[in-house]
């Protein structure tokens, strides 16, 4: 942190009190680049809340603004998140990152790398991600001078004055995940059963944390660890909050147990907040072994088709690990392609991972 070499700007961490000056930076800086959000997205859509947000980060570890300053202007800015789950904590996400356009060319971009890099390796981190549009040399010359490298494409990543822009996903390690690797894994059912199908409603948090709970048992195949399942009172609020939004989809696949449900199925997508990137959902369809093979994530996977092609979803997307040959098969039955592979993205039950990103056309 300081002074750069030509003592014209200076790299800090922000503090909640940067925080109007910082939403009036970025709503400029977007209305000067077609790289970045739609001009004026950023304040209605992330801004309301951004300085208890910003506090929080801070407090936690869990992310930070680094902001390039000239007097009292921020003339740069880069904001970087922790994974969000206890096992990729360590996989810092660079997802917002801007230049006054007078000040690119100075070092700036360089000088932010280079604090955020610092953050996130005094936080443990093992390894940077960032999405980057084909079509920005600039940013693409940054990101390779800072030592990143593609790991793959997303076929139209956004969509900007109605044109189609893919992206490429790029990563750097910053240590080494010396654990062993996974070696394909194939498991089979342990039992059988005939489900229900219907919508995830706002009192099922019980039932659904009871299933998350034993999902995460039975198998090494996931990124979410025990840990991140929350307690009942918080999953109520997080579903009464969440199946409100329009842009969301959950199923559930049931069965009667003791007189009352057991969830042994769910379905579930999410488009992508960004307007340029909405025609994007992430999909999870994730099944109890008991009813493996049962036609039950066939089921659940339809319905979470047809929600797609009603809402005009153009793609859905899936997070898969590669040692999950029987996720790997389902989802290419399913018309699922790889995308792009992050290798050794994470530790799982002390042996490292790759995740596979699939997407299918809808």
Same mark, same amino acid.
């Given at each position: 942190?300081?002074?750069?070499?030509?003592?014209?700007?200076?790299?800090?961490?922000?503090?909640?009190?940067?925080?109007?000056?910082?939403?009036?930076?970025?709503?400029?800086?977007?209305?000067?680049?077609?790289?970045?959000?739609?001009?004026?997205?950023?304040?209605?859509?992330?801004?309301?809340?951004?300085?208890?947000?910003?506090?929080?980060?801070?407090?936690?570890?869990?992310?930070?603004?680094?902001?390039?300053?000239?007097?009292?202007?921020?003339?740069?800015?880069?904001?970087?998140?922790?994974?969000?789950?206890?096992?990729?904590?360590?996989?810092?996400?660079?997802?917002?990152?801007?230049?006054?356009?007078?000040?690119?060319? =100075?070092?700036? *971009?360089?000088?932010?790398? #280079?604090? /955020?890099? &610092?953050? !996130?390796?005094?936080? +443990?981190? $093992? %390894?940077?991600?960032?999405?980057?549009?084909?079509?920005?040399?600039?940013?693409?010359?940054?990101? =390779?001078?800072? *030592?990143?490298?593609?790991? #793959?494409? /997303?076929? &139209?990543? !956004?969509?900007?004055? +109605?044109? $189609? %822009?893919?992206?490429?996903?790029?990563?750097?390690?910053?240590?080494?995940?010396?654990?062993?690797?996974?070696?394909?894994?194939?498991?089979?059912?342990?039992?059988?059963?005939?489900?229900?199908?219907?919508?995830?409603?706002?009192?099922?948090?019980?039932?659904?944390?009871?299933?998350?709970?034993?999902?995460?048992?039975?198998?090494?195949?996931?990124?979410?660890?025990?840990?991140?399942?929350?307690?009942?009172?918080?999953?109520?609020?997080?579903?009464?909050?969440?199946?409100?939004?329009?842009?969301?989809?959950?199923?559930?696949?049931?069965?009667?147990?003791?007189?009352?449900?057991?969830?042994?199925?769910?379905?579930?997508?999410?488009?992508?907040?960004?307007?340029?990137?909405?025609?994007?959902?992430?999909?999870?369809?994730?099944?109890?072994?008991?009813?493996?093979?049962?036609?039950?994530?066939?089921?659940?996977?339809?319905?979470?088709?047809?929600?797609?092609?009603?809402?005009?979803?153009?793609?859905?997307?899936?997070?898969?690990?590669?040692?999950?040959?029987?996720?790997?098969?389902?989802?290419?039955?399913?018309?699922?392609?790889?995308?792009?592979?992050?290798?050794?993205?994470?530790?799982?039950?002390?042996?490292?991972?790759?995740?596979?990103?699939?997407?299918?056309?809808?």
């Amino acid at each position: 942190m300081g002074a750069s070499k030509e003592e014209d700007f200076t790299i800090r961490h922000a503090v909640p009190a940067d925080v109007p000056a910082l939403d009036a930076a970025i709503a400029r800086i977007d209305e000067e680049t077609e790289f970045l959000a739609k001009p004026g997205e950023y304040m209605r859509r992330w801004a309301p809340g951004f300085a208890d947000r910003l506090k929080e980060m801070g407090e936690k570890g869990t992310g930070a603004y680094v902001l390039a300053a000239n007097g009292g202007e921020i003339v740069g800015f880069l904001g970087a998140f922790a994974g969000p789950l206890a096992r990729t904590r360590g996989v810092i996400y660079i997802a917002h990152v801007g230049v006054r356009e007078t000040w690119r060319g =100075r070092g700036v *971009g360089t000088a932010l790398f #280079g604090a /955020i890099e &610092d953050w !996130a390796r005094a936080q +443990g981190a $093992w %390894r940077l991600d960032l999405r980057v549009d084909t079509q920005n040399p600039r940013g693409l010359a940054l990101y =390779r001078k800072r *030592g990143f490298i593609i790991e #793959g494409r /997303i076929v &139209d990543g !956004a969509c900007t004055h +109605g044109i $189609w %822009r893919d992206h490429f996903l790029m990563a750097k390690a910053l240590r080494p995940l010396t654990e062993p690797a996974w070696a394909p894994l194939e498991l089979g059912p342990d039992g059988e059963g005939a489900p229900g199908f219907r919508r995830l409603q706002a009192d099922d948090a019980g039932k659904l944390r009871a299933f998350q709970l034993k999902l995460l048992a039975e198998t090494p195949f996931l990124l979410m660890g025990p840990d991140d399942v929350p307690d009942e009172a918080t999953m109520a609020k997080t579903l009464e909050e969440g199946l409100e939004e329009s842009g969301r989809f959950d199923m559930v696949a049931v069965v009667t147990d003791n007189g009352g449900e057991r969830i042994v199925g769910h379905a579930t997508a999410a488009r992508e907040a960004p307007t340029r990137m909405q025609h994007n959902a992430y999909a999870n369809v994730h099944v109890l072994r008991s009813h493996w093979r049962c036609g039950i994530g066939r089921r659940l996977a339809a319905e979470l088709e047809a929600w797609a092609r009603a809402q005009n979803v153009r793609r859905l997307t899936g997070l898969l690990t590669a040692h999950n040959t029987g996720a790997l098969r389902f989802a290419a039955a399913r018309g699922f392609r790889e995308e792009l592979v992050s290798p050794r993205y994470a530790v799982v039950d002390g042996k490292t991972v790759d995740r596979v990103r699939v997407v299918k056309f809808v």
